[in-house]
């Protein structure tokens, strides 16, 4: 099982942009789809976004839908997710997932097989 560690958080103004970073080991990187899930004060945690294997499929939450981009360096072996026009709303705790299987099982929680210990996302007005 992939081990996944998430870098890159910190505190931004509104309309400001951030890049997360999750590193992968312990696991064949290019095995796996990825994603991420976020967690916001309060409520239950949500997908964000997801990649398949090879980085040419992607899939997004309609919520951050053209302002965030996700993408994958299997050589690497990390995991990015480049956040842009950022919203108060967007503050969350951000975590780096994987899975197998198609692409919309990312979405999917209770079908993931690793987590991040997540990275905060602070977003000011």
């Known amino acids: 099982q992939v081990q996944l560690a998430e870098s890159g958080g910190g505190l931004v103004q509104a309309g400001g942009s951030l890049r997360l970073s999750c590193a992968a080991s312990?696991?064949?990187?290019?095995?796996?789809?990825m994603g991420w899930f976020r967690q916001a004060p309060g409520k239950e945690r949500e997908f964000v976004a997801g990649i398949s294997w090879s980085g040419i499929s992607t899939l997004y939450a309609d919520s951050v839908k053209g302002r965030f981009t996700i993408s994958r360096d299997n050589a690497k072996n990390t995991l990015y997710l480049q956040m842009d026009n950022l919203k108060p709303a967007d503050t969350a705790v951000y975590y780096c997932?994987?899975?197998?299987?198609?692409?919309?099982?990312?979405?999917?929680?209770?079908?993931?097989?690793?987590w991040g210990q997540g990275t905060l996302v602070t977003v000011s007005s």
């Open positions: 312990g696991g064949t990187f290019g095995n796996y789809i």
């Open positions: 997932v994987s899975a197998r299987g198609p692409l919309n099982t990312i979405s999917r929680a209770n079908a993931l097989d690793a």
